[in-house]
């Protein structure tokens, strides 16, 4: 099980936000891409960025630091969301040398899309669920449907998407554990491999998703963790190494 450092962008800078709430920011750096180094430094074998302002203005904003950061790191996969709605997007973040392209509002309002992308991009679509109690949201969290988040994810078993990026938007940025269970019900209930996301605070966490990973959880995302000190990056992807075996 694989550890994957989050940078999420907001006006150029590395930020984290607390349940989505784009006024409730804390600014880590102004130098992303600095911040993408001290990750590589420390042994990140996958990268996820966000463009948060695209992810509520339905178009890519921080498109620049993420080509920067995927042309001085050519050889690592970076996995990008935000703002993701159409083809030619798409098209430029992987002539960017970005591995894989997260669709999340888009794949939950028209999930024909997924479909189509995966079509053409094949090997390179993942789609971000995000949930509350089990419903999807969209629109950076800003609306909460009413479709469950297992049946969203069951719509695209046969598409060919690499992966789902599970998010528990009642963990995301607040440091009170990962949802091991919801996440597990997930991965269990369909046959694309699940990335957790959403609360993970510790090794106890990191201990937690690796009980359970040989269930279909290839990885999991940190964000605030690492950043506040509460876990430490290199030493959570070693303990996963050791209790589930390194990829």
Known sequence: ???????????????????????????????????AKQWVDAGARRLHLVDLNGAFEGKPVNGEIVRAIAKAYPDLPIQIGG?????????????????????????????????????KFPGHIIVGLDAKDGMVATDGWAEVSDINVIDMAKRFEDDGVVSIVYTDIGRDGMMKGVNVEATLKLAQSISIPVVASGGITN?????????????????????????????????????????????
């Open 1 to 35: 099980m694989i550890l994957i450092p989050a940078i999420d962008l907001k006006d150029g800078k590395c930020v984290r936000l607390r349940q989505g709430i784009m006024e409730d920011e804390t600014i880590f750096s102004d130098d992303p891409v600095a911040m």
């Open 83 to 119: 703002g993701i709605r159409d083809f030619q997007i798409v098209e430029q973040y992987l002539d960017a040398g970005v591995s894989y392209l997260i669709i999340g509002t888009k794949a939950v309002k028209e999930p024909e899309f997924v479909g189509e992308l995966c079509k």
């Open 203 to 247: 090794l106890d966490d990191i201990r937690a998703l690796c009980k359970v990973a040989d269930q279909g959880i290839m990885g999991a995302i940190t964000g605030r963790a690492i950043y506040e000190g509460t876990l430490d990056f290199a030493e959570g992807q070693r303990l996963s190494d050791e209790l589930v075996g390194a990829v």
